[in-house]
Nanobody
Framework: QVQLQESGGGLVQPGGSLRLSCEAS????????MGWYRQSPGKTRELVARTTSGGTVEYADSVKGRFTIARGSGRGSVWLQMNSLKLEDTAVYYC????????????????WGQGTQVTVSS
């Protein structure tokens, strides 16, 4: 079983910064790609940023130049640095791993964290 745990959400004023972290736990051999998604009330979940197995990075147009995603030193960690936050960045942010290779063989797909709330408000 694989779990993703987010941390770092909170309340921040417009123009402020937050750093989200995600740590994977469980029977993990390797996680090649990880990403962040967000969902606001009444809206569908959308991609914020993700890293691919090839090492490339993809950002939503709305966060380019403001957010930075990077893998941590751990086997299954990823963080999201969010700068120049705007009111419209308010959402629940979810960590995602599309595929997790388990120790001993096997693959777990489409793993989501429980989410962390980010609220941008003056």
């Amino acid at each position: 079983q694989v779990q993703l745990q987010e941390s770092g959400g909170g309340l921040v004023q417009p123009g402020g910064s937050l750093r989200l972290s995600c740590e994977a736990s469980g029977n993990i051999f390797t996680i090649n790609a990880m990403g962040w998604y967000r969902q606001s009330p009444g809206k569908t979940r959308e991609l914020v940023a993700r890293t691919t197995s090839g090492g490339t990075v993809e950002y939503a147009d709305s966060v380019k130049g403001r957010f930075t995603i990077a893998r941590g030193s751990g086997r299954g960690s990823v963080w999201l640095q969010m700068n120049s936050l705007k009111l419209e960045d308010t959402a629940v942010y979810y960590c995602h791993a599309p595929q997790v290779a388990a120790r001993g063989g096997g693959v777990v797909t489409d793993v989501w964290g429980q989410g962390t709330q980010v609220t941008v408000s003056s």
